[in-house]
């Protein structure tokens, strides 16, 4: 992980630079959740990351899916919530749902 920068302007930094990154976004919430709509994590390509989508439950899933869309262009849409098998997993736990739109950026 990188320090708490700005993790639009580490994207930025990243890609001046040619590095592989994609963007993960929060884009919906519902009941409690760990961070609010409009969230933003970058990730590199090595599996370094700047932000944060959910105050650390569910980053490791994030940064799968990122690497997954960097190596494949496609961006998926990855919801996580309690009655999600995988929410108990990943660690999401605080009694909401929560969407992230992962997307590689060039």
Request: glycine residues 12%; contains cysteine; hydrophobic residues 45%.
């Amino acid at each position: 992980m990188t320090d708490n920068l700005d993790p639009l302007a580490q994207l930025s930094r990243w890609n001046a630079e040619g590095k592989k990154t994609a963007l993960a976004t929060v884009v919906a919430t519902w009941g409690s959740s760990p961070r609010p709509v409009g969230s933003h994590m970058a990730v590199l390509d090595s599996g370094d990351f700047a932000g944060s989508v959910s105050g650390g439950c569910i980053e490791g899933a994030v940064v799968d899916a990122a690497l997954e869309a960097i190596k494949s262009g496609a961006p998926k849409l990855l919801e996580f919530g309690v009655s999600n098998e995988d929410a108990w997993d990943v660690g999401l736990a605080c009694g909401g749902r929560i969407q992230v739109f992962v997307e590689p950026v060039a």
